[in-house]
């Protein structure tokens, strides 16, 4: 009863209430409560990450498999724990030994992608190596990437994403909240950790490989998902720190410095990313990858940057958005 009352103060956005709601009911040590606790605190209060992690971890040890699986997440993520593969790889074991089904799944993809018999002998080695990338242009600095994921990997980031996708935002320049823009009206969704899997956190930990940044520096991984007609019009990815709602996300969070995107799909016409000032239009193959910094060598904005996302004229597009700041986030 409590835990579903919880849920419903969730859905109606009392979020305060819910948690209080959930640590009464997991004050006894009901594995249940102590799962439903730790899920909603990563996901509707994350000032309280540290609680929902630990509250996670009670749970598995008392036999929750979806607990395992979260906490099998954010060891691979280096999130509240240190980053450790073969610790992860556990706890997904252990997911799955109490019969969590996704965890089972994510095992048969994972031996299956990586050609081992068993979870503990996946070999991760070549693929935590940079892969090899193709300068574009020197200014602004864009590189593409053939093959940087398998086309396996992309079909199951666009089903982590698809049943989560919305109306996209930017970012309002005044006060640095979510805002909706004519210019911009494809769909897309934040695919923070406790929607994501292993599976999005090694192409993560790729892409760290790629750009010799490491993922506390990256945002919340974006799917993108673009319809026949929508687009995001000619702009900026960086930060303009003359606007006052942008300058304090610069000083909370850091300046966006980088851009990843990766090709998830294909079967559309026309949806390429340009670069109008530099004449440079790309449109990748389903696994390679696009990547441009959006701040000149000395750390300044690159105004020749600007960069549109082109609406496709028949079939959808799927990338994945992955923005890099300056400090971690």
Aim: charged share 20%.
């Amino acid at each position: 009863m409590q835990l579903d009352a919880a849920r419903g103060l969730e859905a109606a956005g009392r979020a305060a209430e819910a948690t209080d709601l959930l640590r009464r009911a997991a004050a006894s040590g009901h594995v249940a409560a102590l799962a439903a606790l730790g899920k909603h605190l990563l996901i509707h209060r994350p000032d309280c990450a540290r609680e929902g992690l630990d509250a996670l971890s009670a749970a598995a040890q008392g036999g929750n498999g979806e607990s395992a699986y979260l906490l099998a997440v954010f060891i691979a993520e280096g999130v509240g724990f240190p980053q450790n593969w073969q610790v992860a790889f556990a706890a997904l074991q252990h997911a799955a030994e109490l019969k969590w089904l996704p965890a089972q799944r994510e095992i048969e993809f994972l031996t299956s992608e990586f050609k081992a018999t068993r979870l503990q002998d996946v070999d991760l080695s070549r693929w935590l190596q940079a892969p090899p990338a193709h300068l574009l242009s020197s200014a602004p600095r864009i590189f593409a990437v053939k093959n940087f994921a398998s086309p396996r990997m992309c079909d199951r980031l666009i089903d982590l994403a698809r049943p989560r996708l919305k109306a996209a935002q930017t970012f309002d320049p005044e006060t640095g909240a979510g805002q909706y823009e004519n210019s911009r009206n494809n769909s897309d969704c934040h695919l923070i950790l406790p929607y994501s899997d292993l599976v999005l956190a090694l192409v993560r930990a790729r892409i760290a490989a790629l750009i010799q940044m490491p993922p506390p520096f990256f945002e919340p991984p974006t799917m993108l998902h673009y319809k026949p007609g929508e687009t995001f019009s000619p702009h900026y990815d960086f930060l303009d720190d003359t606007k006052p709602g942008l300058s304090k996300e610069i000083a909370q969070n850091g300046q966006r410095v980088l851009t990843f995107l990766l090709y998830l799909n294909e079967g559309f016409e026309g949806g390429e990313t340009e670069f109008p000032l530099v004449g440079v239009r790309y449109k990748g193959n389903k696994g390679d990858a696009l990547c441009f910094w959006n701040v000149a060598q000395d750390g300044s904005p690159d105004r020749r940057a600007l960069h549109a996302g082109l609406p496709p004229i028949r079939g959808e597009k799927w990338l994945l958005s992955q923005w890099v700041r300056n400090i971690p986030m």
